[in-house]
T-cell receptor, first 118, second 113 residues
């Protein structure tokens, strides 16, 4: 069964500190993995995408890594800010060519709730 | 500006009273879907549509209907809402090109009493 598991479920850090969120997936055939940020009561917004051939990608203070062999991804947040308080969701997409009629279907992790305290 | 627009944002209704949540996108995407989000359960797909007049069940379709008569619109219909459908609902429009990306609406918080 295609699954995405995230850890930790929740995390509290102080402003200015770094943190790392984890994502393990079993989705196959794999197309890409995105990290989304969801503010409370709002729709998720994409932060970064990782394709099969990519290992690391940065977007400002966010750095995502992907190990396609172990099927693991991480999202590292540097110098956290109060505005980073949100839920971070790992989403994996099936490959369009080999995924059959399920292409476009997204498999969601349950998210990590990050709280940044002043 | 690329947008997915849902309405209403908040809705309180009574058990059994039919309701429709509208969703519209301006990105010409073929793939659209509806999700519900409940505490501890994450986002779960209700229905999806791969193109006009093509819809299919997601993971939790019971109690919901959808239609796709036009590419830009994908309404969610609750024919007879029940309290267990109280949830936060999101419509998403998905670009299924090389780097698939879902664009989400603002969400609809539905309470059924």
């Amino acid at each position: 069964k295609n699954q995405v598991e995230q850890s930790p479920q929740s995390l509290i850090i102080l402003e200015g500190k770094n943190c790392t969120l984890q994502c393990n997936y079993t989705v196959s055939p794999f197309s890409n993995l995105r990290w989304y940020k969801q503010d409370t009561g709002r729709g998720p917004v994409s932060l970064t995408i990782m394709t099969f051939s990519e290992n690391t990608k940065s977007n400002g203070r966010y750095t995502a890594t992907l190990d396609a062999d172990t099927k693991q991804s991480s999202l590292h947040i540097t110098a956290s800010q109060l505005s980073d308080s949100a839920s971070y969701i790992c989403v994996v997409t099936l490959d369009k060519v080999t995924g059959g009629t399920s292409y476009g279907k997204l498999t969601f992790g349950q998210g990590t709730i990050l709280t940044v305290h002043p | 500006e690329a947008q997915v627009t849902q309405n209403p944002r908040y809705l309180i209704t009574v058990t059994g009273k039919k309701l429709t949540v509208t969703c519209s996108q301006n990105m010409n995407h073929e793939y659209m879907s509806w999700y519900r989000q409940d505490p501890g359960l994450g986002l779960r797909q209700i229905y999806y549509s791969m193109n006009v007049e093509v819809t299919d069940k997601g993971d939790v379709p019971e109690g919901y209907k959808v239609s796709r008569k036009e590419k830009r619109n994908f309404p969610l219909i609750l024919e007879s809402p029940s309290p267990n459908q109280t949830s936060l609902y999101f419509c998403a429009s998905t670009w299924t090109g090389g780097e698939t990306e879902a664009f989400f609406g603002q969400g609809t918080r539905l309470t059924v009493v």
